[in-house]
């Protein structure tokens, strides 16, 4: 039980020491103003309705937006679906969180007793709390990578009407 508050501790720490370290959100909503506010050499993911791509901003201006990979890539206003922002690190700690609790629930769901006798003998099984902790660490292990690489927290910084 000490372990899963010292775990519960632990990550809420972690999510706000990472929410004090992200930048200034973009304004609300989805505009052309939010694209060209957005700084020079920003990471960004470009939906076209031919192409897509992750790239570095260079400029964006009332009609067109470019950006760097390898080479420049010029996209018009109008041919945007829609742009957005990777947040790899946020997208970490929500599979991290995610795969943490799904872990520990399993975990005391399925541990058992600390010591079952099979036919007379003791057979030194971990007690449900061990085995929460070890598949809640676990699944953290598995979550965080799936989270970074998924990054299904990115935000939107532009919607075409």
């Not at 946020?90 to 005391?108: D, E, H, P, W």
Request: some cysteine.
């Amino acid at each position: 039980m000490k372990l899963t508050s010292v775990l519960s501790l632990v990550l809420a720490s972690a999510l706000s020491a990472h929410a004090a370290r992200q930048p200034a959100q973009p304004p609300a909503g989805s505009n052309w103003q939010h694209v060209q506010a957005l700084p020079i050499s920003a990471s960004i993911y470009v939906k076209a309705k031919h192409s897509h791509s992750k790239c570095i901003l260079k400029s964006a201006d009332a009609v067109t937006l470019i950006c760097t990979r390898g080479k420049e890539i010029v996209y018009q206003r109008v041919d945007i679906v829609n742009i957005k922002i990777p947040r790899h690190g946020r997208s970490t700690l929500a599979g991290l969180a995610i795969g943490a609790g799904v872990g520990a629930a399993l975990g005391a769901a399925t541990g058992g007793d600390p010591c079952k006798t099979t036919q007379g003998f003791c057979a030194d099984v971990a007690s449900r709390g061990e085995t929460a902790a070890f598949s809640g660490f676990l699944f953290a292990a598995i979550g965080a990578p799936i989270g970074y690489f998924t990054d299904f927290t990115r935000s939107t910084v532009y919607r075409a009407p």
